[in-house]
T-cell receptor, first 113, second 113 residues
Framework: AQSVTQPDIHITVSEGASLELRCNYSYGATPYLFWYVQSPGQGLQLLLKYFSGDTLVQGIKGFEAEFKRSQSSFNLRKPSVHWSDAAEYFCAGATSGTYKYIFGTGTRLKVLA | KAGVTQTPRYLIKTRGQQVTLSCSPISGHRSVSWYQQTPGQGLQFLFEYFSETQRNKGNFPGRFSGRQFSNSRSEMNVSTLELGDSALYLC????????????FGPGTRLLVL
């Protein structure tokens, strides 16, 4: 069955530190992959997406993600975290021709001042 | 360009009642998907509409239904509400291109008492 896994439920980092959020996928073929961020009480905002081509994807707010086929991973990174990055982050996958996303369970990021 | 809008933002209902939620997609987007978000189950796909036709459906009981109008606006209906239907209902719209990226609205928070 298709699945998207985010192994870390909570992550705490200090402001200014680097960040890496993990995402693993299980699909028959390479899916389209996305990262979204959700602030409390809000909808989801698209950070970045991977469809094909360059495996390092740049997104908004200084985020990037790297697609690694050999590891079935699509980890999100940011070199220096800001307090405003505290939120919940969701990885999602979809196959071609459908908007039926499968979401991971999310990683809640806490940023220490 | 205006984002995805959802009305109402908050709703309180009692068990057994029915509810209708509305979603207006981004102008030019013809695909609309609905998701249910709960602390226990996370983000789960409900259904997807394109050009007034349901293209995909998630694993929800028949009490959950939806429709899409010719202007791409969409509604979802939940009949005979149960306590477990309390959730944040998110609508997302997409431009129909080969590589899907969904843009989410702020959601409707439904509380069933």
């Amino acid at each position: 069955a298709q699945s998207v896994t985010q192994p870390d439920i909570h992550i705490t980092v200090s402001e200014g530190a680097s960040l890496e959020l993990r995402c693993n996928y299980s699909y028959g073929a390479t899916p389209y992959l996305f990262w979204y961020v959700q602030s409390p009480g809000q909808g989801l905002q698209l950070l970045l997406k991977y469809f094909s081509g360059d495996t390092l994807v740049q997104g908004i707010k200084g985020f990037e993600a790297e697609f690694k086929r050999s590891q079935s991973s699509f980890n999100l990174r940011k070199p220096s975290v800001h307090w405003s990055d505290a939120a919940e982050y969701f990885c999602a996958g979809a196959t071609s021709g459908t908007y039926k996303y499968i979401f991971g369970t999310g990683t809640r990021l806490k940023v220490l001042a | 360009k205006a984002g995805v809008t959802q009305t109402p933002r908050y709703l309180i209902k009692t068990r057994g009642q029915q509810v209708t939620l509305s979603c207006s997609p981004i102008s030019g987007h013809r695909s609309v998907s609905w998701y249910q978000q709960t602390p226990g189950q996370g983000l789960q796909f409900l259904f997807e509409y394109f050009s007034e036709t349901q293209r995909n459906k998630g694993n929800f009981p028949g009490r959950f239904s939806g429709r899409q109008f010719s202007n791409s606006r969409s509604e979802m209906n939940v009949s005979t509400l149960e306590l477990g239907d309390s959730a944040l209902y998110l609508c997302a719209s997409s431009l129909e291109v080969a590589a899907p990226a969904q843009y989410f609205g702020p959601g409707t928070r439904l509380l069933v008492l």
